[in-house]
């Protein structure tokens, strides 16, 4: 870990939650909710007490860009309004949308141009923790901030006294608090982890507070929006219940820690019964804890209002569907990086070195033997179709794979989850890891299923799936 304690400064103050924005459906055309993507400066970074801006590029000036609040069943219609140099677009991260609204650009729409606009419309069928980014040269305009929380809310909620979006970034600043730029594409960076970061902040603050009620039920909704960083979490004095993963509901669990992949949620409940003054969340390193964020009970807000009583029940869930005949298995098998095997692979349609795609064409990773590209078609499923993607991790390297458009059962033996099939849309694979990946196709289009350590996905881990 190359994160710096020293950096870690105290609190900007007490935060008392990040503003919700919730959208009301109607049947016109017109947007609900703009996000305009632009140029902003932001307080993200702090030294000597004195306060920095950085220039970022944000959504309506913050970061992270406003929370989006649903209710399931919701129609969505958001507009992207495109202030900035480049072009753009947005994904709505495990939301299940028509393939024609998914926002990957060369793939599903083309980018939004500077002074464009393009209206995302869509039905939000699930309810659950998600998260919005941009889907265009993502490896930089996620690094400089481009994304924000959505949350659905679904009738089977548990209640809680304090529901609170955490949302962890780390960044690559320099030494004045700005976006180390000359880093952005580096092929040692795309070969190896990705562009991990030495600031985190929570929120966008470098180590908020966070005030609570006494006797409380807490329910914290965990996005990981890095590029590239796995964190590795826990929390002092409390036991953490985690009630879903990636929005999906599973049995309540403890988990003193947590390990969340780039783009992955966890859902946690904290009942805060004793009586305890203060507690922190804190990354965990190989020497001491990083301190992220802090929590306060706060007598003046109240005591908790009896959620704590009542018991976590999992909302009922759709069981895993059986393989049957008619299953169509798609073998994965991914190779490449740094220290691994990969010694050549195709790319537009020409058997490559790697030393070659490499230098020439800034491409290191390859899926069957291909380096990906929104060509790269891996299978075709027709609708109904029970797929399994049998996916063999074989490089030195954690991978984040994400399949658009659709949740998947992950299937494999090092799965951490006690369920041995749980329901994701993003799945950190170890290192020689064999994990299958099985859903049913049911939503048509063409859909991407690529590393999340965005730095990957840009040199060549990416690969799409056709559902007819
Ligand atoms: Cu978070 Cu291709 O997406
Ligand atoms: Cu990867």
């Excluded at 993502?138 to 924000?148: I, M, S, T």
């Excluded at 947590?258 to 990354?283: C, H, M, N, W, Y």
């Excluded at 740094?338 to 070195?353: D, Q």
Aim: with cysteine.
């Amino acid at each position: 870990m190359n994160l710096n304690r020293r950096e870690f400064t105290k609190g900007l103050g007490l935060i008392l939650g990040a503003t919700a924005i919730p959208i009301r459906s109607s049947a016109n055309t017109q947007p609900d909710f703009t996000l305009r993507a632009g140029q902003s400066a932001n307080s993200i970074y702090k030294k000597e007490k004195s306060e920095v801006l950085t220039n970022l590029w944000t959504f309506n000036q913050k970061t992270p860009g406003p929370t989006l609040q649903f209710n399931v069943g919701d129609r969505a219609k958001v507009s992207l309004d495109n202030k900035l140099p480049q072009e753009t677009s947005i994904h709505w991260h495990g939301v299940r949308v028509k393939n024609s609204m998914d926002g990957v650009v060369g793939l599903t729409q083309p980018g939004v141009k500077k002074g464009e606009q393009f209206l995302y419309d869509f039905e939000i069928p699930d309810a659950g923790t998600y998260w919005y980014h941009s889907h265009n040269k993502a490896w930089e305009q996620v690094a400089r901030g481009l994304y924000g929380p959505l949350i659905v809310n679904g009738p089977e909620d548990p209640k809680v006294d304090h529901d609170l979006v955490l949302m962890i970034d780390d960044w690559q600043l320099d030494g004045v608090g700005q976006i180390r730029e000359q880093t952005f594409g580096s092929l040692h960076d795309w070969a190896h982890a990705g562009r991990i970061g030495n600031w985190v902040t929570v929120n966008g603050v470098s180590s908020p507070s966070y005030r609570l009620k006494d006797n409380s039920r807490v329910r914290l909704r965990l996005i990981n929006a890095a590029n590239a960083r796995v964190f590795d979490l826990n929390f002092t004095s409390v036991k953490p219940r985690t009630i879903a993963l990636d929005g999906y509901p599973v049995d309540p669990f403890e988990s003193p820690n947590l390990t969340i992949g780039p783009s992955q949620r966890v859902d946690v409940i904290l009942d805060l019964s004793d009586k305890l003054p203060e507690f922190a969340l804190q990354i965990i390193t190989r020497t001491r804890p990083i301190t992220i964020a802090r929590f306060l009970l706060d007598e003046s807000l109240g005591l908790g209002g009896g959620a704590l009583n009542e018991e976590l029940i999992t909302p009922i869930r759709p069981q895993p569907p059986d393989a049957s005949s008619t299953s169509l298995k798609i073998p994965v098998h991914m190779q490449g990086g740094a220290m691994g095997n990969l010694k050549s692979a195709k790319i537009n349609g020409i058997m490559t070195p790697l030393r070659d795609l490499a230098r020439k064409h800034r491409k290191v990773w390859a899926f069957n033997g291909s380096v990906g590209g929104y060509d790269h078609m891996l299978g075709t499923a027709r609708r109904g179709q029970f797929v399994i993607l049998d996916i063999q991790n074989d490089t030195r390297w954690p991978h984040a794979m994400h399949l658009h458009g659709h949740h998947f059962w992950v299937n494999s033996r090092l799965n951490p989850v006690k369920d041995p099939l749980s329901k994701r849309d993003t799945y950190l694979m170890q290192p020689g890891e064999n994990a299958e990946f099985r859903f049913v196709a049911d939503n048509p289009g063409l859909w991407l299923f690529h590393c999340h350590m965005l730095e990957h996905h840009a040199a060549g881990m990416g690969a799409v799936i056709e559902v007819t």
